[in-house]
Nanobody
Framework: QVQLVESGGGSVQAGGSLRLSCAASGYTSSTYCMCWFRQAPGKERERVAIIDRAGTTTYKESAKGRFTISRDNAKNTLYLQMNSLKPEDTAMYYC????????????????WGQGTQVTVSS
C-alpha cells in the first residue's frame, strides 16, 4: 500500500524559508512522478511543482525562482525547498504520486499525503 507522509511545515515570517519533505513507502518512488499541491482556505487546490521520473521539473509561475522540487530516490523522499516565502504562500501543502504523469498533472493522482501546513506572516 502506497503511503505518503509530509513534514516540514510551520510558521515563518515573510522572506523566510521552509523545506518540506514527503516520505514515500509501499512502492519504488523512482517509478513514480511526484508533485506538490497546495490549498488555501476558500481556494481551489493548485499545483505548485511537479517532477517526472527523469527528474524534469515544472513550476507554478509564482513559485519559479523561489521554490525547488527535488527527489532522493534512494531515500524514497520528495522535497520542496521554499525560499523568499510570501503571505500568499500560506496553505496546506500536499504531496502526490502517480505512475501516470497526466493524472498527476490534473490533480487526479491516485496517491496523496495528509498535508503539512505552511503559514507565512507579513
Amino acid at each position: 500500500q502506497v503511503q505518503l507522509v509530509e513534514s516540514g511545515g510551520g510558521s515563518v515570517q515573510a522572506g523566510g524559508s521552509l523545506r518540506l519533505s514527503c516520505a514515500a513507502s509501499g512502492y519504488t518512488s523512482s517509478t513514480y512522478c511526484m508533485c506538490w499541491f497546495r490549498q488555501a482556505p476558500g481556494k481551489e487546490r493548485e499545483r505548485v511543482a511537479i517532477i517526472d521520473r527523469a527528474g524534469t521539473t515544472t513550476y507554478k509561475e509564482s513559485a519559479k525562482g523561489r521554490f525547488t522540487i527535488s527527489r532522493d530516490n534512494a531515500k524514497n523522499t520528495l522535497y520542496l525547498q521554499m525560499n523568499s516565502l510570501k503571505p500568499e504562500d500560506t496553505a496546506m501543502y500536499y504531496c502526490a504520486a502517480d505512475t501516470n504523469f497526466y493524472r498527476l498533472w490534473v490533480g487526479s493522482a491516485l496517491n496523496w499525503g495528509q498535508g503539512t501546513q505552511v503559514t507565512v506572516s507579513s
